[in-house]
Nanobody, 120 residues
């Protein structure tokens, strides 16, 4: 059974940094993409950053230049480095992994979420 184990969320002051980690446990193959989404109170879940199997990345406009995403294939782990954090970055951050089957269909897995709070 595939599970995503997230860590790294906490309270941080504006301008600070955090690194989120998401480790995949269980047997998984042919990872299509790994990424991070976030959901603030009263808002829809939104894509923050994504990295594909080929290493290409895309970011939400609101985090470009401040956040980076990386993956360690040997550890089946994806990281989100967040710098210059702002109060509007406050949200629950969810890890997302897509697995591609031979027929082209995608299976999506979600983590349980980790709280990031940016406040003085």
């Amino acid at each position: 059974q595939v599970q995503l184990v997230e860590s790294g969320g906490e309270l941080v002051q504006p301008g600070g940094s955090l690194r989120l980690s998401c480790a995949i446990t269980g047997s998984i193959f042919n990872i299509w993409a790994m990424g991070w989404y976030r959901q603030a109170p009263g808002k829809q879940r939104e894509l923050v950053a994504k990295i594909t199997g080929s290493g290409s990345t895309n970011f939400a406009d609101s985090v470009k230049g401040r956040f980076t995403i990386s993956r360690d294939n040997a550890k089946n782990t994806v990281y989100l480095q967040m710098n210059s954090l702002k109060p509007e970055d406050t949200a629950v951050y969810y890890c997302n992994v897509q697995q591609r089957y031979s027929d082209g269909t995608l299976m999506t897995y979600w983590g349980q979420g980790t709280q990031v709070t940016v406040s003085s």
